[in-house]
């Protein structure tokens, strides 16, 4: 099996994450070369909407990863009831607890260890209603279920988020995140991806300092949920009035432990006004994300239509100013683990889509490394060498029909049918002359 670094033998195949066997020769040390597509959301042809559903009907469509969208957030926050007490929030059945406070003094976030511990008189609990999980429970299946299918899973936290035009928004932006990355956390999920909202009042670089003390924030509270492998990936914009330019994300991502940079190259190619097909530039800015993301890459694609700074808006793939065809063949050039999400209207049908146009590529690019022997013909035309014999060739003994070597000789030839084999009328006997009818005799019948 291939895996990153040097080029391997001819014969080795590469797997991508769908299980589709294809050529690929890259080795490096001693792991698997893996590439992911999936879709922003449960798929449009999926029949159920549950989070069960959705994750077995991106395996059967042959993908492997998916960005499930915890946008609408109806919290409610009371005191523990009576059975509820001495019980862990997370065993708790019909309840998706993801919030327990008060927080300690001198802190704006609540404790998250106080999750896996019981619950108190004095706890106060925040409950979540969510159309993928009712309860805790439901998390763990999804979480089971994704890794027996191998199908990778993210969460993006909810679009609109504000931190700086009120204390009171940037509390309820502090706390979406916070829920989001409890059920990232339940889910298995790698990363929590967002948006940072607004620059806010003064400088860039003044916005750029207390949206980056915001992201510290959250990123020590994440690290007490007990998953060190749970990413903050902050993700770029298109309006130039929000925060997540190319150089602000990757400077965030340099300087934070723990946050990497989502690669949107929709929203990137409507804030720089580019349409990225000089392949030298598309490779530079993989290069700088695949860096600031420690050997990976996390790609959200879709078809984009801009038009003044600010003004555009995603479309299918087809139809974008942004083609995929080149993004397909550095992705087969790649050496490092790529997830590709499909942010389009379309959903999972522009992921298979991206994943043809990658399979393509992919089988392209092994045919140009490995051509195939040519056909020896020019020694076939130029007949046998000057000065050897060669024998002529007896005719072969004409095939005779069962038929014609019954037929005795002399024997009268078969009438020819009136019809042919094709229901018309055979010419010989069309224009043969009919013999008149008989007269019969009136017997006194009424015309």
Request: proline share 8%; aromatic share 6%.
């Amino acid at each position: 099996m291939p895996l990153r670094g040097t080029e391997g033998p001819p014969s080795a195949t590469y797997i991508d994450g769908g299980g589709f066997a294809l050529a690929r020769t890259r080795w490096s040390r001693g792991s698997l070369l893996m590439i992911r597509f999936g879709p922003a959301g449960i798929p449009l042809s999926c029949k159920g909407r549950t989070l069960r559903d959705g994750i077995s009907d991106i395996h059967n469509v042959g993908l492997s990863a998916m960005e499930l969208q915890f946008i609408k957030v109806n919290p409610l926050v009371r005191e523990p009831l009576e059975e509820e007490l001495g019980r862990r929030p997370r065993e708790i059945p019909g309840s998706l607890i993801v919030e327990v406070g008060p927080p300690p003094k001198g802190s704006e976030l609540s404790d998250p260890r106080l999750l896996s511990e019981p619950l108190t008189r004095r706890s106060r609990e925040t409950l979540l209603t969510w159309f993928l999980a009712k309860e805790h429970s439901d998390l763990a299946q999804g979480r089971l279920l994704a890794q027996s299918l191998d199908v990778r899973l993210t969460l993006h936290a909810p679009y609109y988020v504000d931190l700086v035009s009120s204390p009171a928004a940037r509390e309820r932006t502090l706390h979406q995140y916070q829920w989001a990355a409890t059920l990232a956390a339940g889910l298995g999920s790698r990363a929590v991806v967002g948006h940072l909202g607004f620059y806010g009042p003064g400088t860039r670089e003044e916005a750029y300092q207390r949206l980056a003390g915001d992201v510290r924030l959250l990123r020590r509270w994440m690290e007490g949920l007990g998953r060190e492998d749970l990413l903050f990936a902050v993700e770029p914009s298109g309006h130039p009035e929000i925060f997540g330019t190319r150089e602000e994300i990757l400077r965030l991502c340099r300087e934070i432990k723990g946050v990497r940079p989502v690669l949107h190259l929709a929203h990137l190619a409507a804030r720089e006004r580019k349409r990225f097909e000089d392949r030298a530039e598309l490779q530079a800015l993989f290069e700088e994300f695949v860096e600031a993301s420690h050997g990976e890459l996390y790609l959200n694609f879709s078809g984009v239509e801009f038009h003044n700074p600010g003004d555009f808006r995603l479309t299918p793939i087809k139809r974008g100013m942004v083609h995929f065809d080149a993004v397909a063949e550095l992705l087969a050039d790649r050496d490092y683990d790529a997830t590709v999400i499909s942010s389009s209207p379309l959903l999972e049908h522009d992921a298979m889509y991206m994943k043809l146009l990658y399979e393509r590529a992919l089988a392209k690019r092994f045919a140009k490394r490995h051509p195939a022997a040519p056909a020896p013909t020019a020694a076939r035309a130029a007949g046998p060498p000057a000065g050897s014999a060669s024998k002529a060739k007896a005719p072969s003994p004409k095939r005779v029909s069962p038929r014609t070597s019954a037929k005795k000789p002399g024997a009268p030839a078969r009438a020819r049918p009136l019809l042919s084999r094709k229901g018309t009328a055979s010419p010989s006997r069309l224009h043969a002359k009919r013999k008149p009818r008989p007269k019969t005799k009136d017997h006194g019948r009424s015309r």
